[in-house]
């Protein structure tokens, strides 16, 4: 285990030219290896990034239309329902001004009961009257 963190890789002082000195233990062409890896490790890592910034600002996109199309809805609900409330205001007065004329019926149909109920009190008795004549027709 000692040998693995002897080997790990140490991060190098850049000489006049630019480019990396190598370690005492490095030789050149590890050196551009690991380059070459950390180059290719920020070229993923900015390609997932901007991946995940674009899925974010597509979400972002997608709710602001859902937000629009429920704007919309409910604005539409809000007409629907003052136009049902003014129906309703209308129905109301018609039917404030028919109150009379349906309590003239309501009396109307209880003076029909009650002529109904003589007329069959006057059947009856009719018939009672009947049935005596009969009878004494028959002496």
């Known amino acids: ?20 000195s190598a370690s005492a233990g490095e030789s050149g062409p590890v050196s551009a290896q690991v380059h070459d890896l950390c180059q290719n490790m ?13 899925s974010t600002s597509e979400e972002y996109l997608l709710l602001e ?4 199309l429920t704007t919309a809805k409910y604005s539409n609900m809000s007409s ?3 136009d049902l409330t003014v129906m309703m205001d209308e129905l109301n007065e018609k039917y404030h001004n028919l109150q009379p ?4 019926i309501d009396q109307l149909d209880d003076s029909v009961g009650s002529l109904e109920k003589a007329a069959y009190q006057l059947d009856s008795y009719s018939k009672k009257l009947e ?8 002496r």
């Open 1 to 20: 285990m000692a040998e693995a963190e002897d080997q790990a890789v140490v991060p190098q002082a850049e000489g006049d030219d630019g480019e990396a």
């Open 42 to 54: 920020f070229e993923k890592t900015t390609e997932y990034l901007q991946g995940e910034l674009l």
């Open 65 to 68: 239309k859902l937000n629009k």
């Open 80 to 82: 629907l329902s003052k």
């Open 101 to 104: 004329y349906l309590e003239q």
């Open 131 to 138: 049935a005596k004549l009969r009878q004494l027709d028959r």
